[in-house]
């Protein structure tokens, strides 16, 4: 097994590093307290056969296939690009720079020939589960072995969440239980709800697709590859979020596995600091999660829709008044959507600036300032109604321009009414969920105190700062959703996790992607460390800057505290992963 250990991991061992104050660490391949391969056996046989050796998919692309991948070169190379392709396979994730870059096939992103193929910070084993007890039984093994355990639903994870070196992976793919129930009786509560009960290894579009079969609705994410788990306990976002509250405020049971070996319902009569802590708290920190009871809703109808952009009204006029009037009629629409969310308005698009916009709206040349553009809608809606709405927001901007309105082009497009909400969740995914790529962005919450409170000089000068290129001459762009204000605001508080407070507050989330990772010379771990550096903090951990030097106020808020109680009730070790060296160690 040595044979798939990078060099790096030669720098730290329990037993051999010439320092006995080195923190103890999660054991590796090069530790004499490693498992044998009969121990690896007779865990397999534990768990009825379950237990994968990890065999990197891209293996088949390099000199006598080191791995014995069983999947072409050709089929990996062609399918690299796409999330559902690394759901499928057991130890495959969608940033492969979590990963090291280990093993990646000819012309991916990070691929490097003279490093060749090695298992690198992909888990050693992968545990293919299908039941809560043999997750029970592989969590108290690993427990017992000192091992080091990740989880895996999809792989979706844009921080790398889901894979880690040296570890047994809990592959949570085949919890795919879907049922329906018009009358769950709610624990400690003389009612009943309409719910999904669904296992933790289903996708959104499984899942939601299942419910609206059955005329109902859930609280679920745009795309529909990403899966339930960690999506849920981070807290998940999505078109209903701004309706019903995120996700996690719909979850009324959960079943979590410990790493006791536990098999514990959670909800708000039994284990409710676990219960408390699974709803916001953030993915895989207090156990495995293989079934979640959640919330149900009538399914949207008559969603009327159409595309607001703002552009230049001369696309080769780069004067300073062109420029102003860009990002002043993008902070006019940004200040003025809380009070039209409060009206019914949902929706995301996003501003982009430089080469960014030239790529991704098929422009010929950069455009001067910032182009904006949105895809806006209501559910249960008509047209009148919501030509009401784009009304005010059409008076908003070009009242707050006043005599610079000429300066910009303003279209808002024909109005559309899709019938049903299944066709219009299909229609958000009409391309494939792509994958492959570096991922490291900064997220921000923003809410009345950063929009409409403040004037719209402000709020441009907010966003120029914000969308700055890391690399002069380089464009980036602000990813905007529409997915805070009275939906979370009004969850109720018996329904409130862990969630980080500010939740309640906000009313959109912005991703921010100018940041530059530079592989160069470097390790992906030193690369991303650089790269976020720069970028400036976030607060929805789930796409967050994972390297944010004040995470624990803005991924937790004010529950951190409380979270820090309930984990030391599971774990009263403090870990710290080293991405370069693959080690995980006390923190003393």
């Known amino acids: 097994m040595t044979s798939s250990i990078t060099n790096g991991a030669q720098a730290l061992s329990n037993y051999t590093h010439p320092y006995d104050a080195l923190p103890r660490c999660k054991a590796t391949p090069l ?32 000199e006598d296939n080191p791995f014995d991948s069983t999947e072409p070169c050709s089929e990996v190379a062609k399918n ?4 559902s392709f690394h759901a499928s396979i057991p130890e495959s994730i969608d940033y492969p720079i979590w990963a090291n870059n280990s093993c990646l096939p000819p012309n991916s992103t990070g ?17 293919n589960v299908t039941t809560a007890e043999q997750i029970a039984t592989a969590l108290k093994w690993a427990s017992d072995s000192n091992i080091r355990v990740v989880v895996k639903g999809t792989g979706h994870d844009l921080n790398g969440r889901s894979s880690g070196a040296y570890s047994l992976s809990i592959w949570t793919h085949n919890l795919k239980r879907l049922s329906i129930n018009d009358a769950w009786p709610i624990p ?114 008559d969603i009327v829709s159409t595309n607001v952009y703002i552009s230049a009204a001369n696309m080769s006029d780069f004067s300073n008044a062109t420029v102003d009037a860009t990002w002043n009629s993008f902070a006019l629409l940004m200040s003025s959507l809380p009070d039209l969310m409060d009206q019914g308005l949902v929706g995301s698009g996003g501003g982009y600036i430089g080469t960014s916009a030239q790529s991704i709206l098929g422009l010929p040349t950069p455009p001067p300032g910032v182009i904006a553009s949105f895809s806006v809608w209501a559910y249960n809606s008509t047209t009148e109604a919501f030509e009401d ?90 990813t905007v959703g529409l997915q805070g204000g009275l939906g979370p605001r009004n969850v109720p508080i018996e329904r409130r996790g862990a969630l980080n407070p500010v939740w309640r507050q906000v009313y959109l989330h ?79």
């Open 188 to 301: 400690g509560e003389n009612r009943t709800a309409q719910v999904l009960i669904a296992g933790s290894g289903n996708t959104w579009g499984h899942a939601l697709g299942f419910a609206l079969e059955h005329n109902r609705a859930v609280v679920s994410g745009v795309d529909k590859t990403v899966g339930l788990g960690g999506f849920i306990q981070g807290g998940g976002h999505g078109p209903l979020s701004s309706t019903y509250g995120l996700s996690t405020d719909q979850i009324l049971q959960a079943t979590v596995v410990t790493t006791t070996g536990d098999v514990l319902i959670a909800n708000g009569q039994s284990n409710k600091d676990l219960f408390w802590a699974i709803r916001g708290g953030g993915g895989g920190q207090y156990g495995v999660v293989t079934e979640y009871v959640m919330l149900t809703y009538p399914s949207p109808v």
């Open 31 to 62: 530790d004499p307290s490693w498992p044998s391969q009969d121990e690896w056996s007779r865990l397999n046989a534990s768990i009825g056969g379950a237990l994968i050796a990890t065999k990197p998919v891209g293996s088949s692309c390099y």
């Open 510 to 588: 912005a991703i921010v992607t100018g940041i530059n990772v530079d592989l160069d010379g470097k390790t992906p771990g030193k690369a991303l460390k650089e790269a976020a550096e720069w970028a400036e903090t976030g607060a929805y951990m789930n796409e967050a800057n994972p390297f944010n030097g004040q995470w624990q106020h803005d991924f937790y808020g004010s529950s951190y505290a409380r979270l820090v109680q309930v984990k030391s009730g599971i774990d009263s070790e403090l870990w710290e992963y080293d991405m370069d060296t693959g080690y995980v160690c006390k923190n003393e």
């Open 111 to 127: 691929y490097d020939e003279s490093l060749g193929c090695h298992i690198g910070r992909f888990p050693q084993y992968v545990a």
């Open 389 to 478: 709405l784009l009304g005010s927001l059409r008076r908003n901007i070009l009242d707050g321009l006043g005599d610079n309105a000429s300066q910009i082009t303003l279209s808002i497009g024909d109005l559309s009414t899709t019938l049903n909400y299944t066709t219009f969740f299909e229609s958000m995914n009409s391309s494939p969920s792509p994958a492959g790529e570096i991922s490291l962005s900064s997220s921000r919450l923003l809410g009345r105190l950063e929009l409409s409170d403040r004037n719209s000089t402000e709020v441009a000068s907010y966003l120029k700062r914000i969308m700055a290129s890391q690399v002069d001459g380089a464009g980036s762009f602000l």
């Open 80 to 83: 690299w690009g796409y999330s």
